[in-house]
């Protein structure tokens, strides 16, 4: 077995043969990364260990006084790669910050693992058996866990016709994962949170065929689902004494004699009827279900999350998530815990007059904006989504998570599943 490459901190200046103000330099086996403390240090530490990353090196030690566990961490999150994970040993540090270090790094590299599997790899009802296999581990007490997945034809019994609708195409059958943590032991306890995710195990956009470019990367179209998984794991681990449900709406959105079609209304369980203009806007069709099921359940408060729209990747890149709420206190305690955990969100704009953005002739919405001047793509899609919140202006969170997928690598990132915004919703959970 090769020994581990060594890494360390500095905050002196690199030797000048390393070029001007440069963030790395070499001794053997070991490299330091020159920080400068005025500048967003972690950062420069994510962006050394992409550098290092690409140089191929099997294992990094990271060695030294001056790492801490967010410096750390930052460094895992840089090394990461699609092919072999990060493989990084940490310094000594107090046993609990190690054990929380670990068990963050186990879940973040979950998420970005399931995302970057291949939709041969991950039909629906696979993607449920993987949450319900990573929450059953990191709860350290079994029963306070139980899990309900609805498959196919049941859908429609039950009522969840959005996901039955967008997965009807498929061979791979459609379902709903509910997973119940109830810490309390009270079967009678309120649903203090729900989180519900968008579960797209691959969306090719249906009759509104998505062309080549736009389709290589929609395995990641499951990226909510594995988000709010992920966040749920991490507050878990991290002591959540509060009851969370968390809802999956899982389908493949694909094309056959069965797909559904431009023009189809359908009909959901709480009387709204929506006429499909767009099939590849099935994200929404799918949530409506989780939605609708979580205040079935009286959850206190629900917190969404999907790779939703385009429209929030023009709006903010894929460096940042963006946030979407009518409910100001709610919105700005996303952004704080964004801000507390370094992960970068955005608040985009969610109004009243949205919702009348999504007008149908033949519904009582359509499934896209309803064109003119009102291209607000990411707006209306929340807008859509208000539409099955029976009070949109409290107690509900929207996340439209452009910033959990890279298609190729930059300074920070490798290309593919990122886990950004596992850490913000888990602090939203433990608050």
Not at 24 to 42: E, G, P, R
Request: proline share 3%; net charge negative.
């Amino acid at each position: 077995m090769s020994q581990a490459f060594l890494v360390n901190l500095s905050d002196q200046k690199a030797n000048p043969v390393w070029g001007e103000n440069a963030l790395l330099s070499f001794d053997q086996q070991q490299a330091t990364i020159h920080i400068n403390y005025q500048n967003d240090v972690l950062s420069q530490v994510q962006s050394a260990a992409r550098k290092l990353d690409g140089m191929s090196l099997p294992s990094i030690q990271l060695a030294g006084e001056q790492w801490n566990s967010e410096l750390c961490w930052a460094f895992s999150q840089g090394f990461y790669n699609a092919k072999s994970g990060a493989k990084v040993l940490f310094p000594e540090l107090d046993q609990e910050a190690m054990e929380a270090l670990e068990a963050k790094k186990h879940i973040s590299e979950w998420v970005r693992n399931t995302i970057n599997l291949g939709p041969d790899a991950l039909a629906p009802t696979v993607l449920s058996e993987k949450a319900c296999a990573l929450l059953t581990e990191v709860c350290p007490d079994s029963s306070m866990l139980t899990q309900q997945e609805i498959t196919g034809e049941a859908l429609i019994e039950q009522g969840f016709t959005g996901i039955y609708t967008v997965g009807k195409g498929s061979v791979n059958a459609p379902c709903m994962l509910q997973i119940d943590y109830n810490p309390t032991g009270d079967a009678d306890a309120a649903i203090d949170f729900a989180l519900v995710g968008k579960g797209i195990t691959f969306d090719s956009g249906g009759y509104s065929l998505k062309p080549s470019a736009s389709m290589a990367a929609m395995k990641s179209d499951m990226g909510g689902a594995a988000t709010v998984t992920g966040a749920l794991a991490l507050a878990i681990a991290n002591g959540l004494q509060k009851r969370v449900k968390l809802y999956l709406c899982c389908a493949e959105n694909m094309i056959s004699d069965k797909a559904f079609k431009l023009g189809d209304v359908i009909t959901y369980k709480n009387g709204v009827t929506v006429e499909v203009l767009n099939t590849d806007a099935e994200g929404r069709l799918v949530l409506a279900d989780g939605l609708i099921a979580a205040q079935e359940d009286g959850a206190k408060q629900i917190i969404d999350a999907a790779t939703l729209t385009g429209a929030a990747k023009v709006a903010v890149g894929r460096d940042y998530n963006c946030v979407l709420s009518m409910d100001d206190e709610f919105a700005e305690s996303a952004l704080a815990s964004a801000k507390e955990t370094n992960e970068k969100l955005w608040r985009l704009p969610l109004e009243s007059f949205h919702l009348q953005q999504i007008g149908s002739s033949f519904a009582d919405i359509a499934n896209i904006h309803s064109g003119g001047e009102s291209m607000a793509g990411a707006s209306t899609a929340a807008a859509f989504l208000a539409k099955f919140v029976k009070q949109p202006e409290s107690n509900w969170l929207h996340f439209d998570l452009s910033g959990s997928y890279s298609l190729t690598a930059n300074g920070l990132w490798s290309a593919g599943g990122k886990g950004h915004g596992i850490e913000t919703i888990s602090d939203l959970l433990l608050k």
